[in-house]
């Protein structure tokens, strides 16, 4: 076995020979395509009727609510069932602002998901100090308590909600734009700006979340996933990045949580603290699709939304099947439907895997990749 | 007088949230799994002794009797053929299936049962109280405290006393060297989550009898025992009773000011003691 001791010394003498990538062929043919597909949805508001435009806004910001669980579950082994606060509290402070504060409500939505971010950072004192499994449902007592306290918000409707003011809503920053240029009525433009708003939030958490996994975070993150006391041993801060992943997930879930109901213009406790729409489809989208993966919720989601428009109608028999084939996937296919397609294919469509490339070919005599 | 009404309303309250932590304490304990179905699971046993009741005419404290070994039995299976696959060094696949679970239990219930709420009545006892030199305590809470009591007597002689007991200690402490003992920790799971499921019929008894329930009310019991145990401190039956205790006062304490502050209160509670003893108040396990 001298051919380890070769290799060494070629590096040593040819320090540009190897490189570490995470980009394959595959992933540079689907960067054009997720542009291509990016232009093309962007487009969609001209093109297509307004039902269309509201089912493929609902994919979008489950989309990016599903790939933020994905971040906090699957990534940083944070197993929140209590998401539905951040939803919940930046659906209120758009609300809180719009209407008691007279904003704009586009200038509203960013300052919403701060406010939300602001809430996690009690909320993490808190939770974090729970142990694995007992994290979860500690992340969902904050949440109820999050619905009580909003319930007694007596300016804000209380227990009963309230609703969005058509007079706030009529004039949004860039609405009369676009229905200038698009000659689009009132009601539509104020769906396709909605609309653009979740293509550019989900855009933006997929390219996020992608590039965190690329980086020497994601690495750490990896590295805690598999082993935690190793990870430390070797200088990775455990707890910081889960916090910061904690804060950053709630500040975006906030974000859509703002625009999901700036869209619906009417909100109450229950509905905006709901752990069935925000948290178990959520949960539901992820497992269904492929945990720890950033394919797996854009799977999910569009398996999600096919089944639910399929099969909605049955009402509760729909929830308990979406329940049942979540426990399959999880007990036969851990990995969900991607991990089945990836394992038959090999594909990776957005590759975090680092892989050792380029060098001077080793000769060797067996197939292996270390001689 | 009247707080210290309340304060004992409180505790006899907290009987009722240790029967619904004991079972939730029981798995934990023993697998370390949490069953975020926990609180699901006792409100179809309420289902369940409402049935037989209804269907059979029984007593509602017979009909739990016969309700038991049924749930027993569903807690072995779901614990052998389901949950025991999820068991591991990831906590992901078992909070994932049990969290299914749950929606998967609380919409068979809303199909099977409709939403509308229930009771199960008990006659004579629901409204009869007994006197204590001018405070009056109504002889369901009574009687629900004293059940929670014996059924934390129980369960420790279980554990302490009986060579089950032993095997779930064993299997606790280490897995593999109870399998080397000749314990098989596949079929010591299911015993201790059938065991848990008997207690469960015990709580849905008096959940079912001491105030409305429908298919939806899990989540909020699953919230309640969670808290009991946490407040308690983890590893410790006793500490779990006393942690329901104090959720129990603090939610009737809240009522007493607000009734719309009762939940929130039992929260706070919950919350201040995160804070101020994060191990709980009366820890025994490490972990």
Same mark, same amino acid.
């Given at each position: 076995?001298?051919?380890?001791? $070769?290799?060494?010394?070629?590096?040593?003498?040819?320090?540009?020979?190897?490189?570490?990538?995470?980009?394959?062929?595959?992933?540079?043919?689907?960067?054009?395509?997720?542009?291509?597909?990016?232009?093309?949805?962007?487009?969609?508001?001209?093109?297509?009727?307004?039902?269309?435009?509201?089912?493929?806004?609902?994919?979008?910001?489950?989309?990016?609510?599903?790939? =933020?669980?994905?971040?906090?579950?699957?990534?940083?082994?944070?197993?929140?069932?209590?998401?539905?606060?951040?939803?919940?509290?930046?659906?209120?402070?758009?609300?809180?602002?719009?209407?008691?504060?007279?904003?704009?409500?586009?200038?509203?939505?960013?300052?919403?998901?701060?406010?939300?971010?602001?809430?996690?950072?009690?909320?993490?004192?808190?939770?974090?100090?729970?142990?694995?499994?007992?994290?979860?449902?500690?992340?969902?007592?904050?949440?109820?308590?999050?619905?009580?306290?909003?319930?007694?918000?007596?300016?804000?409707?209380?227990?009963?909600?309230?609703?969005?003011?058509?007079?706030?809503?009529?004039?949004?920053?860039?609405?009369?734009?676009?229905?200038?240029?698009?000659?689009?009525?009132?009601?539509?433009?104020?769906?396709?700006?909605?609309?653009?708003?979740?293509?550019?939030?989900?855009?933006?958490?997929?390219?996020?979340?992608?590039?965190?996994?690329?980086?020497?975070?994601?690495?750490?993150?990896?590295?805690?996933?598999? $082993?935690?006391?190793?990870?430390?041993?070797?200088?990775?801060?455990?707890?910081?990045?889960?916090?910061?992943?904690?804060?950053?997930?709630?500040?975006?879930?906030?974000?859509?949580?703002?625009?999901?109901?700036?869209?619906?213009?009417?909100?109450?406790?229950?509905?905006?603290?709901?752990?069935?729409?925000?948290?178990?489809?959520?949960?539901?989208?992820?497992?269904?699709?492929?945990?720890?993966?950033?394919?797996?919720?854009?799977?999910?989601?569009?398996?999600?939304?096919?089944?639910? $428009?399929?099969?909605? =109608?049955?009402?509760?028999?729909?929830?308990?099947?979406?329940?049942?084939?979540?426990?399959?996937?999880?007990?036969?296919?851990?990995?969900?439907?991607?991990?089945?397609?990836?394992?038959?294919? #090999?594909?990776?469509?957005?590759?975090?895997?680092?892989?050792?490339?380029?060098?001077?070919?080793?000769?060797?005599?067996?197939? #292996?990749?270390?001689? | 007088?009247?707080?210290?009404?309340?304060?004992?309303?409180?505790?006899?309250?907290?009987?009722?949230?240790?029967?619904?932590?004991?079972?939730?304490?029981?798995?934990?304990?023993?697998?370390?799994?949490?069953?975020?179905?926990?609180?699901?699971?006792?409100?179809?046993?309420?289902?369940?002794?409402?049935?037989?009741?209804?269907?059979?005419?029984? /007593?509602?404290?017979?009909?739990?009797?016969?309700?038991?070994?049924?749930?027993?039995?569903?807690?072995?299976?779901?614990?052998?053929?389901?949950?025991?696959?999820?068991?591991?060094? &990831?906590?992901?696949?078992?909070?994932?299936?049990?969290?299914?679970?749950?929606?998967?239990?609380?919409?068979?219930?809303?199909?099977?049962?409709?939403?509308?709420?229930?009771?199960?009545?008990?006659?004579?006892?629901?409204?009869?109280?007994?006197?204590?030199?001018?405070?009056?305590?109504?002889?369901?809470?009574?009687?629900?405290?004293?059940?929670?009591?014996?059924?934390?007597?129980?369960?420790?002689?279980?554990?302490?006393?009986?060579?089950?007991?032993?095997?779930?200690?064993?299997?606790? /402490?280490?897995?593999?060297?109870?399998?080397?003992?000749?314990?098989?920790? %596949?079929?010591?799971?299911?015993?201790?989550?059938?065991?848990?499921?008997?207690?469960?019929?015990?709580?849905?008894?008096? *959940?079912?009898?001491?105030?409305?329930? &429908?298919?939806?009310?899990?989540?909020?019991? *699953?919230?309640?025992?969670?808290?009991?145990?946490?407040?308690?401190?983890?590893?410790?039956?006793?500490?779990?009773?006393?942690?329901?205790?104090?959720?129990?006062?603090?939610?009737?304490?809240?009522?007493?000011? %607000?009734?719309?502050?009762?939940?929130?209160?039992?929260?706070?509670?919950?919350?201040?003691?995160? *804070?101020?003893?994060?191990?709980?108040?009366?820890?025994?396990?490490? &972990?």
């Amino acid at each position: 076995m001298t051919t380890g001791f $070769n290799s060494i010394r070629t590096e040593i003498e040819q320090p540009q020979a190897w490189r570490v990538e995470t980009r394959t062929r595959l992933s540079g043919a689907i960067a054009v395509v997720a542009i291509v597909a990016v232009a093309v949805l962007a487009a969609a508001p001209v093109f297509v009727s307004r039902g269309v435009v509201q089912d493929l806004f609902f994919i979008l910001t489950m989309l990016t609510l599903a790939q =933020n669980w994905n971040l906090l579950a699957g990534y940083a082994g944070l197993i929140s069932v209590g998401q539905q606060l951040f939803v919940g509290c930046g659906a209120y402070a758009l609300f809180g602002l719009v209407i008691l504060g007279g904003l704009d409500p586009i200038l509203a939505i960013p300052i919403a998901g701060l406010l939300a971010m602001l809430v996690a950072v009690p909320t993490a004192f808190f939770s974090f100090r729970l142990y694995g499994p007992y994290f979860a449902i500690g992340t969902w007592v904050i949440a109820e308590v999050g619905r009580l306290l909003f319930a007694q918000w007596k300016m804000l409707g209380g227990g009963t909600g309230t609703s969005l003011p058509r007079e706030a809503t009529k004039d949004m920053l860039g609405l009369s734009l676009l229905q200038d240029w698009f000659g689009m009525r009132a009601s539509a433009a104020a769906d396709a700006l909605a609309y653009w708003l979740a293509l550019a939030l989900a855009t933006l958490t997929i390219g996020l979340v992608y590039k965190l996994l690329r980086s020497k975070q994601g690495l750490g993150l990896a590295a805690v996933r598999d $082993n935690e006391n190793a990870a430390r041993a070797i200088g990775v801060d455990a707890r910081r990045l889960k916090t910061a992943i904690y804060l950053l997930t709630a500040f975006l879930t906030g974000v859509v949580g703002a625009l999901i109901y700036l869209q619906k213009a009417r909100i109450s406790p229950d509905a905006a603290f709901s752990l069935t729409d925000w948290t178990a489809y959520v949960v539901f989208i992820v497992v269904i699709g492929g945990i720890g993966t950033i394919e797996g919720p854009i799977l999910g989601v569009l398996v999600f939304f096919l089944l639910q $428009n399929a099969f909605s =109608n049955y009402g509760s028999w729909y929830l308990l099947a979406l329940g049942a084939l979540a426990i399959v996937i999880m007990l036969f296919a851990p990995r969900g439907l991607w991990g089945l397609i990836s394992d038959r294919t #090999g594909w990776e469509l957005f590759p975090v895997r680092r892989l050792l490339k380029g060098g001077p070919p080793i000769k060797t005599d067996k197939g #292996g990749p270390h001689g | 007088m009247s707080f210290i009404d309340t304060l004992l309303q409180g505790i006899l309250l907290g009987g009722l949230y240790a029967l619904f932590a004991a079972g939730l304490s029981l798995v934990f304990g023993i697998m370390r799994l949490v069953n975020l179905a926990h609180g699901d699971l006792i409100v179809l046993a309420a289902f369940l002794i409402l049935l037989i009741v209804s269907t059979l005419g029984l /007593d509602p404290f017979l009909a739990a009797v016969v309700a038991a070994p049924l749930m027993f039995g569903l807690g072995w299976l779901l614990q052998y053929y389901l949950l025991n696959r999820t068991l591991g060094k &990831d906590i992901l696949p078992p909070l994932l299936v049990t969290f299914g679970l749950s929606i998967v239990i609380q919409n068979g219930l809303l199909e099977s049962f409709t939403a509308d709420s229930r009771r199960i009545s008990a006659n004579a006892m629901e409204t009869a109280s007994v006197d204590f030199g001018g405070i009056s305590a109504g002889v369901m809470p009574l009687v629900t405290f004293v059940s929670s009591v014996l059924v934390i007597v129980a369960l420790n002689q279980l554990i302490y006393r009986t060579s089950l007991g032993r095997a779930f200690r064993a299997t606790s /402490d280490d897995v593999v060297t109870a399998t080397l003992m000749g314990i098989r920790p %596949n079929s010591i799971f299911a015993i201790a989550t059938g065991t848990a499921m008997m207690i469960v019929t015990v709580a849905a008894l008096y *959940l079912g009898m001491r105030a409305n329930f &429908d298919p939806t009310a899990g989540p909020a019991r *699953l919230i309640y025992a969670f808290e009991a145990v946490i407040i308690g401190g983890l590893g410790s039956l006793w500490g779990t009773l006393a942690g329901g205790i104090i959720l129990g006062v603090a939610q009737t304490v809240g009522a007493a000011i %607000n009734p719309e502050w009762q939940i929130l209160a039992g929260h706070i509670a919950f919350l201040l003691v995160l *804070l101020f003893r994060p191990r709980g108040l009366f820890p025994r396990a490490m &972990d």
